[in-house]
């Protein structure tokens, strides 16, 4: 069993570079497949988010399953190597448990992630290529994770990214009751958008999405609006406010687009946040006059407000999962073991019938049964012991104490 843990974080890596490698909802269970019937894992996990891009393989190669995320998203492997980490055994299980318990994230013991992790477990199931190990691995993740956060107030005064984004408008307008708001995409992080945003009463609230029927339920919630995607070049000056999280590879809003918005507008700013994992927003935008553009690389100062009783509470989270790693590390080594305990039971069965058949024969000619017990027990004592015996007696001088103490331990000797 060879776990590695292989990926770029928003610690690691910038979000220029974190786009390049993010899977799209639609491509993660091809890119599950064929990494498995590429031969460079036998098992494999991907958890993508806007902060983080993690493969979790059962690999013999980590340099081969590197190569295969550079190719499958059209990147040299040059260009990608310095923003990537590679941990393997402990180290892969102890990054996993943090990630889970928030201790990772942006937002210190942010909730969301645990559900990301979660979702990430079931569509590499859904492929099927989870295997023993990684389901071990995750099994012991999602308990170390709620260990942490029933033990700890890791999760105490925690400002999530839609909140931030709530707090960063009251900072550009005076009042969002005042304010239009247009939410691009119909995911969980939109829905945790105007949730926040829709406790503010704006003026107005319209969902766009590609798909209309999709998004109009939760609009229906909020009593918002519903617009197409390409409706967004007639709609978008409208709005004060543009939340944008959806799984678009190419930009949705463009410099062209919003240049003409605010010519509409008389130069009326524009609040945009940008949550998406490629971006949805034309990098050139944030030059533009009159439009306020936050990533989610930019919102980190805000999430990061009231973390004091957080950082207390990280000392004794990160003891937890310390005693959780090494839980599952002493799994691993006992599963490591099962290919060495399965031959030496089969060797020493296959002595076990050999005699067994002797003896079989030896009654079968009427030999006195006793003695051929007595010879049985003889021949079977002689080849167990056969092998440590030879070692012991072929041993060099460096190394006859050694094979000693370890016969001793083995076989429960104690001298007198």
Known sequence: MQLLTLGVNHHTAPLAIREQVAFGPEKLELALRELIHSQRASEAAILSTCNRTELYVNTPSPEDVMQWL???????????APYLYALPREKAAQHAFRVAAGLDSMVLGETQILGQMKQAVATAEEAGTLGLLLHKLFQR????????RTSTEIGAN??????????????????????????????????????????????????ANRTTERA?????????????LTALPDEVAAYDIIITSTAS???????????RAIKQRRHRPIFIVDLAVPRDVEAEVANMDDI?????????????????????????????????????VHWMEGRELVPVIR????????????????????????DDPRAVLDAMSHALANKLLHAPTHALNHASSAERDQFARLIKQLYGLHQE
């Open 141 to 148: 993740t999602f308990s170390a994770a709620k260990e942490v």
């Open 343 to 366: 031959a030496l039971r089969d060797s020493a069965d296959r002595h076990r019938r050999h005699e067994i058949e002797k003896a079989e024969k030896a009654l079968a000619r009427g």
């Open 249 to 259: 590879p190419l930009p949705i809003l463009g410099k062209g687009m919003l240049e």
């Open 292 to 328: 306020f553009l936050y990533s989610v690389d930019d919102l980190g100062e805000v999430v990061r407000e009231g973390m004091d009783i957080r950082v207390a509470q990280v000392a004794q989270a990160e003891a937890i999962i310390e005693t959780c790693v090494e839980s599952f």
């Open 70 to 80: 550079a190719d499958f998203h059209h990147i040299d492997r040059r260009e990608l």
């Open 158 to 207: 925690s400002v999530s990214m839609a909140a931030a984004a709530v707090r960063l408008a009251e900072r550009i307008f005076p009042s969002v009751k005042e304010q239009a708001c247009l939410f691009i995409g119909a995911g969980e992080m939109i829905e945790l958008c105007m949730t926040h945003f829709a406790a503010q009463h704006p003026r107005r609230m319209t969902v």
């Open 216 to 228: 109009r339920p939760l609009a229906e919630r909020f009593n918002a609006g519903v617009i197409p």
